[in-house]
């Protein structure tokens, strides 16, 4: 019998231990951004999850469903298995190779992705599974550390995206390059943000309605000639902060 894709295995784990994607959601640290959990159980395209996400949904299914859920059917999500050592010595090497990929003599190294619809499926910047996972890399850019550090205070978990498209000219105009700082995942302040549609990425500005509850936000092309939208805050798929662009003249 042909094994399950992971989403399934995802899916089935998750029943099993007695979680509504809400809860589950919840509980992994994605407050009330459900939909950005669910791409896991139904677009995630790759075979294995993330072993950081892995590892934390370990004390959230171990032991739980009927027949209880083992530590082993846990890992193997991530691909890890052959028992308790061998889990060690591949959480262990996943560990070190993130910071080791991080070390630079003084510039940051910053990976500019393809994001735009026909890069492919998943076509997403997620915080648990890794910058842009999914797309295509273009290249990389070294900035100096130092200048990247004078505006932020964190240089880590950037992204270089290509603007395509004139919806928010004259602010952005295509072809232009925009720095997305990928932990920046609430719209506080207003300001330009990087969201999935459910088709691809698209840069626009975010404007929170001030006093709607449950929250909700305008969805602003610049351009006037595309219309604004209204969503509520936990049907947006935030996927970083707009923290620079660079210009060709």
Not at 18 to 40: C, N, Q, V
Not at 43 to 70: A, H, S, W, Y
Not at 121 to 139: K, M, S
Request: glycine share 8%; net charge neutral; charged share 25%.
């Amino acid at each position: 019998m042909t094994e399950l894709h992971v989403t399934q295995r995802l899916k089935n784990l998750r029943n099993r231990a007695g979680y509504t994607i809400r809860e589950f959601a919840e509980a992994l640290g994605y407050d009330d951004k459900h939909s950005s959990y669910r791409t896991y159980e139904t677009t995630f395209k790759k075979e294995f999850l993330p072993i950081p996400m892995v590892k934390n949904m370990l004390p959230l299914l171990v032991d739980r469903g009927e027949p209880p859920i083992t530590p082993n059917e846990v890992w193997s999500l991530a691909g890890v298995s052959a028992g308790e050592d061998g889990i060690k010595a591949t959480v262990d090497r996943a560990e070190s190779a993130a910071p080791a990929r991080r070390k630079n003599r003084g510039s940051v190294h910053i990976r500019e992705y393809d994001v735009s619809p026909q890069a492919g499926a998943g076509a997403y910047i997620d915080q648990h599974c890794g910058l842009a996972e999914g797309n295509i890399v273009l290249g990389a850019w070294e900035i100096p550390k130092n200048y990247i550090e004078s505006y932020l205070p964190n240089s880590e978990n950037l992204a270089i995206v290509r603007v395509a498209g004139n919806s928010m000219e004259p602010e952005l105009n295509a072809g232009d390059r925009v720095l997305v700082d990928t932990d920046h995942k609430i719209p506080t302040p207003d300001g330009l943000y990087v969201l999935w549609n459910g088709l691809g990425i698209v840069i626009k500005q975010i404007q929170v309605i001030p006093r709607s509850d449950p929250p909700r936000v305008r969805i602003i092309s610049v351009n006037p000639t595309y219309p604004s939208d209204e969503a509520y805050l936990s049907d947006v798929i935030i996927n970083g902060r707009v923290v620079g662009k660079w210009t060709w003249k």
